[in-house]
Structures are given as structure tokens and as C-alpha cells.
């Protein structure tokens, strides 16, 4: 009965010691410090993939294929609608595939930017107009 009782505080004590370590693990992270780069890989890759193609390791489980964010400029004559974007990532251009206006799926992380929500944002549209493929017309 004693060992029963001393397994069992054993296996609740590693319990709680992984839901707060995972808990610390998952909690969204402070996003202000990444550059341009940085915020794609974070954000942006597992779906729409390292160049951008829409080729990410998460894309062939998703319902619709993530576009090809490298050529977005090319789609649009060689522009790059920046504002349009801009309001695609932070929520405001509902796109189903990145949830709800109020929370897209990165939304916590982006939230954690706090006052400097607006300079990452603009930090990572910055680094998708730089992965732009040249216009091919």
C-alpha cells in the first residue's frame, strides 16, 4: 500500500513538473528582438515554406494549399500591396486559413510584441516584399 502511495505522489510530481515545463515551453514568445527573417521563419514557414512557394512542411495537411507569398508582386503587375498585406497578417483582411479577425493562428505571439506590435508587423512585411520574385512578364 505504501509503495502504491509513494509511486503515485512520484508519478503526480512528474507530472506537474512536465505541465509547467511545457507550459513555458508553448507560452507565446516576445517577438519585438526578430528581424525580418527571423519573423518569417517563426510565423510564416511551416505553412508557406522557407522561399515562400506555399511548399512548407505543414502545407500538404491543410485543406487549401498556402499561396506562394515570393510572388505576390508578380501576381499584381510587379506590385506589392503592402498596406493589403499588412492587414492580412495582423488580422484586419479575414483569410479563413489564418483564423479569425481577433485571433489568427500566431495571434498570441504577435500580441506579446506588445507596444511594438506595429514594428514587427512592419518588419515582417518588409521582409515578405524582400522575398518577392522578379516580375516575369
Request: glycine share 14%.
Amino acid at each position: 500500500m505504501s509503495q502504491n502511495l509513494t509511486l503515485k505522489k512520484i508519478l503526480s510530481s512528474g507530472i506537474m513538473v512536465l505541465a509547467v515545463g511545457f507550459g513555458t515551453a508553448l507560452s507565446a514568445e516576445d517577438l519585438g528582438s526578430y528581424d525580418g527573417p527571423q519573423l518569417y521563419r517563426r510565423l510564416c514557414a511551416s505553412c508557406h515554406g522557407p522561399d515562400g512557394a506555399g511548399d512548407g512542411p505543414v502545407a500538404s495537411t491543410l485543406k487549401n494549399r498556402p499561396p506562394d507569398l515570393a510572388g505576390i508582386a508578380s501576381r499584381r503587375r510587379g506590385e506589392y500591396p503592402e498596406a493589403k498585406i499588412r492587414q492580412i497578417i495582423d488580422g484586419r483582411s479575414g483569410l479563413v486559413a489564418h483564423g479569425g479577425r481577433d485571433m489568427p493562428v500566431w495571434g498570441s505571439d504577435l500580441g506579446q510584441a506588445g507596444a511594438d506590435t506595429d514594428a514587427v508587423l512592419g518588419r515582417l512585411v518588409a521582409q515578405l516584399r524582400a522575398m518577392q520574385r522578379p516580375d516575369r512578364r
